[in-house]
């Protein structure tokens, strides 16, 4: 081998991308390491396999292949989905180019499932920003009103109280259901002002296990009552993250306090802290009711409930501090069985 073949071998195992390339044949010639992983190849059954053969299962690249080698043409940068035999879905951007003036053809494919999920949750943290801004000026043109009728109510039934016979009570009962109706307003209207707050962030170094300690601390009476057993299964040598305090324990009150509502008969509730490639990672495990798979990817979104007296807004405004501070947060969850929620934060840097 001579040195520049042995520095593209190198240059090419190296590439964060999957690359594969064919003759004039059809033929596979070569294919990087990565691109092996990515397809489940078995690695000497590459060279010398067509195309047919090797993206059996990936009609969309065969495709795009076939496009290339056939009709001479390319594609540049395309995104593709493609459905995982376990359900999850696959984000891939692929490009193809031509390998000595047209007689071969040169597929690369990158995995961008993380920028794209990455992608989905700053499109959700600034609807929600957005939503916000429009949440706050509609709540206080609406509230001075509010405050109007609800005084002219109260009024109202002191004026009749001067009324006698049944007359008056039948009154007394339409009051009570506008009363009703009106604090119901208020309270969406205070929801709407709640979420619509975007607190500034106080940063210092912060424990994670400590902002833990402490919500776990605060809702304990609420577990026994509950029968929740809590547990806690914190690493000694976490390293500290640079975040406030306050609002890092309305994250994780609001996952835990979720928690507790999936556990209606009891269970059980860890919190656990690790390490993981340069992140702070906060565990929260509980063995409640799940969410179905279908609406997993729904519990993020604002307003989604599926409680009575819910808001819906606990996780969109969990998801929105740990945004933050340049983190984010996953779930995994089964119905039966339970859901755990992750959160990773980037270590304080020393
Ligand atoms: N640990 C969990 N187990 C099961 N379902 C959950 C869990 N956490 C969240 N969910 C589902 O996600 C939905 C949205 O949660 P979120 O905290 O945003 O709103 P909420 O709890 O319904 O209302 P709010 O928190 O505003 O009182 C819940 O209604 C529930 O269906
Ligand atoms: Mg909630």
Redesign the pocket.
């Known amino acids: 081998m001579d040195m520049a073949t042995d520095y593209s071998a190198s240059i090419l195992e190296g590439l964060g991308e999957g690359i594969v390339a064919f003759d004039q044949t059809h033929r596979a010639v070569m294919a990087n390491a990565h691109l092996i992983a990515l397809m489940g190849w078995d690695k000497r059954a590459v060279c010398g396999a067509s195309p047919e053969v090797l993206f059996a299962q990936r009609p969309e690249l065969l495709r795009i292949l076939n496009e290339g080698m056939k009709n001479k043409v390319l594609v540049s940068d395309m995104d593709l989905v493609h459905h995982n035999a376990d359900g999850g879905l696959q984000h891939l951007r692929v490009s193809t180019s031509f390998l000595n003036t047209q007689c071969g053809l040169v597929l690369a494919v990158r995995d961008v499932s993380e920028i794209k999920r990455m992608e989905w949750e700053i499109f959700q943290v600034e609807k929600m920003t957005a939503l916000g801004r429009l949440a706050a000026s509609v709540a206080h043109e609406v509230r001075n009103p509010l405050g109007a009728i609800d005084i002219q109510l109260q009024l109202l039934e002191e004026d009749l109280d001067e009324l006698s016979s049944a007359l008056k009570e039948r009154l007394v009962g339409r009051l009570n259901i506008a009363q009703t109706e009106m604090k119901r307003l208020d309270r969406l209207v205070y929801?709407f002002l709640r979420f619509s707050r975007t607190p500034k962030l106080h940063l210092r170094q912060v424990s994670l296990n400590d902002v833990v300690r402490r919500v776990f601390e605060l809702v304990s009476p609420e577990a026994r009552e509950r029968e929740v057993v809590l547990r806690l299964e914190l690493s000694d040598g976490l390293p500290a993250i640079n975040g406030d305090e306050d609002q890092l324990g309305q994250a994780v009150l609001?996952?835990v306090?979720?928690?507790f509502?999936?556990m209606a008969e009891g269970g059980d509730l860890i919190a656990g802290t690790q390490t993981e490639s340069g992140q702070v990672c906060l565990m929260?495990k509980?063995t409640?009711?799940?969410?179905p798979e279908e609406?997993v990817d729904?519990?993020?979104e604002?307003y989604?409930?599926?409680?009575d007296?819910?808001?819906?807004?606990?996780?969109?405004?969990?998801q929105r501090i740990i945004y933050q501070h340049g983190g984010h947060i996953d779930?995994e969850?089964r119905p039966e069985w339970?859901?755990t929620?992750r959160v990773y934060l980037p270590e304080h840097e020393r």
């Open positions: 929801n609001n996952i306090v979720n928690a509502q999936s929260l509980d409640g009711c799940g969410i609406e729904r519990i993020f604002f989604y409930t599926t409680k007296e819910g808001t819906g807004l606990g996780l969109s405004i969990a779930v969850s339970g859901t929620f």
